[in-house]
């Protein structure tokens, strides 16, 4: 089975660095650089997307908004938030909305791969392994 | 005759019908005569009162004081009268004090010098005096309780305001850090990813490649500090000179029309008559080419974006205006913010409105802007007029 990775970030420089740092990992990276490609790509890779990497500041869809839609369409997928400045009012807010983790840049990889790998744990929890 | 015989009862008639006490007082100090309202007013019957000192009639705390003043009178008297600005006592039977006020006149019957004294009770007027002062008293306390009250209002009102100010100022440090937190901690994350990939790689292209990135992202985190601290820089307002505006439109234009997808928007400006400002003529120039960009930059393609200059006697005003979709409601309070954009990460930092916001206010003037979030925005930027010192 393949495992995948979504990143929503509008910085391609970003979603370069992370997919850097997942090298080497069970994980293949998706990218969408704003919530419109996120949720495509959601629909065409419904099953194998384990985890999701969010950013907040993005134009157009913020990512308090876009991790609203994937409560919604996706509820069993973790969500973990990464944003450029930490924000305690914001990561309540996240946590509250039931994100898996809150993580801010920059983020080492040791620490990414790890975050990845718990939120990751608590998706095969729904997902049904023989189907 | 009749009427000599008569004069004596008239007299007295007159004399007993007024209605002021009406008291004839000899050298010696004694009581010689008391009329009928006298002797009603301080409640004896006429025979005790004649013969008697006068100040049988004074309280007895100013008994020694009045007759000080009755010999003192005796040696030089002229008409006067007592007790009308100041509060006199006299002292009737029945030992009630009371206020009065005393006319005084010398005279002599048969050549015996007496003195005349006319006393009216001004218990009545005294009373509605101590009112009418009580009721001012009254009023003077309220007006000043009125006035501290006002007073600790506006005392509470400029602490509240100083309390706004100071969060506002908060916010807008909150909204810069959270912006630098952003433009900065992105390349950050980026170097560090890349040096962590760095040291894991062998070949040595991708290693090559590596450093570069490492080095491309350090100088993006150098200038958008360089960035910051050129406009951050309170109060550097010297070396403004004294410039026309209608120059400083003009340039922005030329460089505004150099810029890619100014070909495609209609920019339509009529130049007016020189319009002095002080100011720094590079920075106005920033201010100016900023806010056309983001107009032809909102229009696309057919657009049109138009420029004028008003001017009255304080100020001069320049609004550019442009056809594009317009700036939402809630965006309308943020484009000002440091590193809010709506565009994408390659078209700009979200630094332009900020810099132009602090640039205008620097020159001592402001900006506004006005959408209805559906077509077109205009930015309107205001400067005082300069006082050219001619003549």
Redesign the interface.
């Known amino acids: 089975m393949q495992h995948h990775l979504l990143i929503l970030d ?5 979603r ?3 997919r ?2 997942l ?1 080497g990992t069970r994980f293949e990276v998706l990218e969408a650089a704003d919530a419109e490609q996120a949720m495509d790509i959601l629909r065409d890779y419904a099953l194998t997307v384990e985890v999701i990497i969010c950013d907040v ?1 993005m ?2 869809v913020s990512g308090v908004e876009a991790v609203s839609y994937f409560r919604q369409s996706h509820p069993t997928k973790p969500i973990i938030v990464l ?5 305690i009012d914001l990561a309540v807010d996240f946590m509250k909305a039931g994100v898996a983790d809150f993580l ?6 040791e620490k990414l791969v790890a975050a990845v790998e718990k939120a990751a744990s608590t998706h095969n929890l729904f997902v049904p392994t023989d189907v | 005759m009749q009427h000599q015989d008569n004069s004596e009862q008239l007299l007295q008639l007159a004399v007993h019908a007024s209605p002021s006490g009406i008291l004839i007082v000899g050298r010696d100090g004694k009581i010689v005569f008391a009329n009928r309202a006298l002797v009603d007013m301080f409640g004896y019957v006429t025979d005790e009162l004649i013969g008697e000192a006068i100040e049988i009639l004074v309280p007895s705390a100013g008994v020694d004081a009045h007759r000080r003043h009755r010999e003192a009178f005796a040696m030089n008297p002229y008409p006067r009268v007592m007790g009308r600005q100041e509060h006199f006592d006299a002292v009737r039977k029945n030992g009630d004090v009371f206020p009065v006020e005393i006319g005084l006149r010398p005279g002599e019957v048969i050549n015996e010098k007496m003195v005349v004294a006319t006393v009216i009770d001004i218990t009545q007027r005294k009373s509605t005096e101590d009112r009418l002062r009580r009721h001012e008293e009254h009023l003077e306390e309220l007006v000043e309780e009125r006035t501290r009250a006002l007073h600790a209002a506006q005392v509470e009102k400029e602490r509240v305001t100083e309390r706004l100010i100071q969060t506002e100022k908060l916010a807008a440090i909150g909204t810069l ?2 912006g630098i ?14 040096a ?2 760095l040291t894991n790689e062998t070949d040595s292209a991708a290693r090559q490649r590596y450093s570069d990135e490492i080095i491309e ?1 350090c100088r993006r985190i150098a200038a958008t500090v360089r960035n910051l601290s050129q406009y951050a820089r309170p109060g550097a307002s010297h070396n403004m000179e004294l410039i026309d505006l209608s120059d400083v439109v003009a340039a922005a234009l030329q460089t505004v029309k150099r810029s890619p997808g100014a070909d495609r928007v209609d920019i339509e400006w009529t130049a007016k008559p020189a319009v002095a400002i002080r100011g720094k003529a590079e920075e106005l120039q920033q201010v100016l080419f900023n806010i056309i960009r983001n107009g032809i930059q909102a229009c696309g393609a057919n657009g049109v974006v138009r420029i004028e200059t008003r001017e009255d006697d304080a100020e001069v005003a320049v609004s550019i205006s442009d056809s594009g979709p317009g700036i939402p409601e809630s965006h309308r309070k943020q484009v000002f913010d440091p590193f809010f ?5 390659d078209d700009g930092e979200g630094l332009g409105l900020y810099i132009v916001q602090q640039i205008v206010l620097k020159h001592g003037g402001d900006i506004d802007l006005d959408s209805d979030g559906h077509s077109g925005t205009t930015f309107t930027v205001r400067f005082p007029v300069a006082e050219t010192n001619e003549g």
Do not use: W
Request: zero cysteines.
């Open positions: 509008d910085e391609e420089d970003i370069t660095v992370i850097r740092q090298e500041r134009p157009k944003t450029g400045f930490p924000d801010v840049k920059p983020v080492e990889k | 850090v959270s937190g952003h433009e900065i901690n992105n390349p950050l994350y980026f170097i560090l990813g890349t962590e990939a992202h954009t709506t565009k994408g990460p």
